[in-house]
């Protein structure tokens, strides 16, 4: 069982930046892939971030590429979403989510293809 703990929530202005991190159980996080994915009001599901557990393999969605990055650091089974220049189409529950037993180069834009989902945290930018 694997349990993801999502912080680094909360409200801030357009322009400002942001940092959420997620925190994962389990000795074999670096084999996990892993994703950021976000959900705002009345929309479905989408996909912000991945990156797979050898972490050389990212995606990031076209609405926050130049703006957002994920990265991840082992020795913490952390995985972080750095969101910069943020703006108000970002309000989102955002969640993290983590694959198991894949290659070292998976990863997928797909919310349904993970196994495990933390509880999500909200983000919310002003104009």
């Known amino acids: 069982q694997v349990q993801l703990v999502e912080s680094g929530g909360g409200l801030v202005q357009a322009g400002d930046s942001l940092r959420l991190s997620c925190a994962a159980s389990?000795?074999?996080?670096?084999?996990?892939?892993m994703g950021w994915f976000r959900q705002a009001p009345g929309k479905e599901r989408e996909v912000v971030a991945v990156?797979?557990?050898?972490?050389?393999?990212?995606y990031v969605a076209d609405s926050v590429k130049g703006r957002f990055n994920i990265s991840r650091e082992r020795a913490k089974n952390e995985v972080y979403l750095q969101m910069n220049n943020m703006k108000p189409e970002d309000t989102a529950v955002y969640f993290c989510?983590?694959?198991?037993?894949?290659?070292?180069?998976?990863?997928?834009?797909?919310?349904?293809?993970?196994?495990?989902w933390g509880q999500g945290t909200q983000v919310t930018v002003s104009s």
């Open positions: 989510a983590a694959k198991t037993d894949v290659v070292p180069w998976y990863t997928s834009k797909v919310p349904s293809d993970y196994d495990y």
């Open positions: 389990g000795r074999a996080f670096s084999t996990y892939a």
């Open positions: 990156t797979s557990h050898s972490g050389q393999d990212t």
